[in-house]
Each structure stands twice: as C-alpha cells, then as structure tokens.
C-alpha cells in the first residue's frame, strides 16, 4: 500500500476524483467562493485537474457552483460532490442544506467536464430529501443525503447515501448510516427519491448483503465475541489505534492517563450500537490501583427506543 500523498494546495473538505474518458482525471470538491461568503452557510464546488501520474494538482481551479440550486435562496453547505459521465453528459450531485433536518441530494448536468453546470428543475430537485415527510411519523429515515452512485453489470443504477433513525424529533443513538435505494433515469435525470415518498425501513438488496459466516451488517441478529483470533474484527474500534492486546479469550486493555474526551489514545474498545432496540452483556476483571475507576464486574444494558 502506497504512503498517502498530500495534495496541500486545495482548499476545504469533501475532495472528489473524477476520471474521464479522455485519460483527464479531476478534482471537485467544496470551497470558499469567488469573494467570499455573503452568508452563514455560503460555499461553493471547484473543480481543478489533477496529474493521475504526478499526484498533484496542475491548477486553474474553477467554481462551477456557488451557494448550490438557487443562489438569491441563499442554499447552505453545498458539499460532497461527485461527477459522473453518462452518455454525452456531465453530472454533478452534491449535498445541500446541512446534515441535520433539511439534508437533501441535488443534481446538476453539463455538456463539459468543466460546466457550465445547469441545475435540474424544481421539478426534480432535490432528488432525495425527507424535510418534506411529516413530524411525528412512524418509523422515520431522516437527514438524507451525501449520496453517490454506482452502476452494476446488469445496466442497473444504485444510489448509497447517509441518514438518520430518530427515536423522537432529532434525537438518535446510532449515528448516520448507511442507506440504499435504486436510481430511475427515466426522466434524463438521476431520481434516488421521488418528492414527497418516505425512504423505506427496509428494502430488497440488489446484491447478497453478507458472506456466509461473516458478523451480519444489519437485520436481527445476535453474535458472541470470544476475543479467539489475532485481531479484533472491523465491527470493533478504538480511538485514534489505542493499543490493546488479546490472549486466552481476553480483550486485555491497560488504564492509560488519556480520558475519553482528550485527543489521545485511551484505553477503549468499542462496537457502536446498531439497533433502537438492543441487548448486550459483557464480563469485567479488572484490580484498579490507587486513582484508578473501579469497574463493575459485570454489566447488562438494554437500549431500547
């Protein structure tokens, strides 16, 4: 695995590499606009070539949305951006509105790599939002956005994209996740949502979701750890690669000084909750020395929504 490349004259967040068809390869991704913001929230897209050989950017940056859909509505964090070719034609999709209540997906289209980009009608834009869905729905999928697409050999086009499962107003315990739905080009633009539909709890997969054998990603299950192999799974994380070690079906940790809210490494090990609805135990050992937090010997939670 190559050393990563730092790419220290581009500016902002969410960088997006685009490969063309000519060989070009391209930069887009979320900038301060021409002059400044003229609001809370005013950003821009820029795209600017990149050297696939090189690594570095060749320059002559250009802005090719300011604000997002409609400027004189004062759109907020334009951002996420990707580029795909289809046919003869250039689109450009991108987050719009925050990533709270009001997330949305936009779409804009261009006869050249570097714009001018037109925006889809109101119409069609947002291509996916659930601002419109009702408060105090059942079982609601909020703060859609930050989508991408991908097409499968079958011709078939998918859409991933992040959002929420509040248990009331905006409140979650389990974080955005991760969300498919199938993409309709039928009206010559990428539609993930059609206005005014609720995205679903539960969908069929295009494709197998897990390998047999492998810790289910989503549905109802239960899974036991035994701490028996070399390494932790991918389920497991730690913050910032905190050192811990595994022997005889233990997950052995030393007490370290750095806490939980600091910006080093603690001594923590974790799986993030996946369900509104949970269970799960766990056994301590643990001999504290003096200053040290005494530790129950044994935990059970329930989470429920």
Not at 12 to 33: C, H, V, Y
Not at 212 to 233: I, M, V
Request: with cysteine.
């Amino acid at each position: 695995m190559a050393d990563p490349v730092f790419l220290r004259s581009v500016e902002g967040i969410d960088p997006s590499l685009f490969f063309d068809t000519d060989g070009k390869a391209w930069l887009i991704n979320n900038r301060e606009p021409v002059g400044g913001s003229t609001y809370d929230g005013h950003r821009a897209l820029w795209i600017e070539q990149f050297d696939p050989v090189g690594l570095k950017m060749l320059g002559n940056a250009k802005m090719v949305v300011n604000g997002g859909v409609d400027l004189a509505a004062k759109p907020v964090w334009i951002e996420g951006p990707h580029i795909y070719r289809v046919k003869d034609a250039y689109y450009l999709m991108a987050a719009e509105g925050g990533t709270s209540v009001n997330h949305s997906e936009v779409v804009f289209r261009a006869p050249a790599v570097q714009g001018p980009y037109v925006p889809a009608p109101r119409a069609i834009n947002p291509i996916l939002t659930q601002r419109d869905q009702p408060v105090g729905r059942a079982n609601p999928v909020s703060a859609t956005g930050h989508a991408d697409l991908v097409q499968l050999p079958d011709g078939r086009w998918w859409s991933i994209f992040l959002g929420t499962r509040p248990y009331a107003k905006d409140f979650y315990n389990t974080g955005r996740e991760t969300f498919l739905l199938p993409v309709d080009w039928s009206g010559g633009w990428p539609v993930i949502l059609p206005k005014g539909q609720a995205v679903p709890r539960i969908a069929r997969a295009p494709l197998p979701m897990v390998t047999a054998g492998t810790t289910p990603l989503t549905g109802s299950f239960s899974t036991r750890e035994e701490f028996a192999g070399a390494r932790l799974g991918f389920e497991w994380m730690t913050m910032r690669g905190a050192p811990y070690r595994l022997g005889q079906g233990d997950l052995l940790l030393d007490p370290l000084a750095d806490g939980i809210g600091d910006f080093g490494k603690p001594a923590f090990v974790a799986r993030r909750q996946e369900h509104g609805v949970a269970t799960f135990s766990t056994s301590v050992r643990f001999a504290p020395a003096e200053g040290e937090m005494r530790a129950l010997p044994r935990c059970r939670t329930t989470i429920s929504s």
